[in-house]
């Protein structure tokens, strides 16, 4: 069955940057692309950019280019999202999920189990 | 950048028919994704190119989409369907966008 893991809740200072893994399993990991979307506490859903596992094109928010960066590791069937220069609005829980097309975002088919970023002094 | 817009609440009793709407600018000429969330738990998608259901989802829901607005129905609603729906569409010059989300309510 088709499963995508991510690694622990993460706290951490403004300023600082956080790496969020995203391990997949169940399924041809390149054959597909991943997105990444986030929610703030009581908010609603924002996507974050998508990167294709199949040749590593990407295409991120306008509202965080330059400061969010999303990758692959086939060899482990994992992807990567690093958010840099954190504020205290970067607070939320962030999801990895799987996209149906190599080629663009599209809709998301399987979700992560989510990891909680907690940005404060 | 392209807005949908969704009634923050609908209420509905068990047994009945609820409708949740998501309004956008031609969003008749898009394809319109629906997702379910429960709290603290991850989003789970309920209809896909406007009316697919994936496997595993009741037939209850059903999805329309014409003109500026686009629809999610659920029949014969359940305690269990007790959740928040977010709809979500893509396109080439807004990239993913998601509308901000329906809280529904089992009477």
């Known amino acids: 069955q088709v499963q995508l893991v991510q690694s622990g809740a993460e706290v951490k200072k403004p300023g600082a940057s956080v790496k969020v893994s995203c391990k997949a399993s169940?399924?041809?990991?390149?054959?597909?692309?991943i997105s990444w979307v986030r929610q703030a506490p009581g908010q609603g859903l924002e996507w974050m950019g998508w990167i294709s596992a199949y040749n590593g094109n990407t295409n991120y928010a306008q509202k965080l280019q330059g400061r969010v960066t999303m990758t692959t590791d086939t060899s482990t069937s994992t992807a990567y999202m690093e958010l840099r220069s954190l504020r205290s609005d970067d607070t939320a829980v962030y999801y990895c999920?799987?996209?149906?097309?190599?080629?663009?975002?599209?809709?998301?088919?399987?979700w992560g189990q989510g990891t909680l970023v907690t940005v404060s002094s | 950048s392209y807005v949908l817009t969704q009634p923050p609440s609908v209420s509905v009793a068990p047994g009945k028919t609820a409708r949740i709407t998501c309004g956008g600018n031609n969003i008749g000429s898009k394809s319109v994704h629906w997702y379910q969330q429960k709290p603290g738990q991850a989003p789970v998608l309920v209809i896909y190119?406007?009316?697919d259901r994936p496997s595993g989802i009741p037939e209850r829901f059903s999805g329309s989409n014409s003109g500026n607005t686009a629809t999610l129905t659920i029949s014969r609603v359940e305690a269990g369907d007790e959740a928040d729906y977010y709809c979500q569409v893509w396109d080439s010059s807004s990239d993913v966008v998601f509308g901000g989300g329906t809280k529904l309510t089992v009477l």
């Open positions: 999920a799987r996209a149906p097309s190599i080629a663009v975002a599209g809709h998301f088919d399987y």
């Open positions: 190119y406007d009316s």
């Open positions: 169940g399924y041809t990991f390149t054959s597909y692309g």
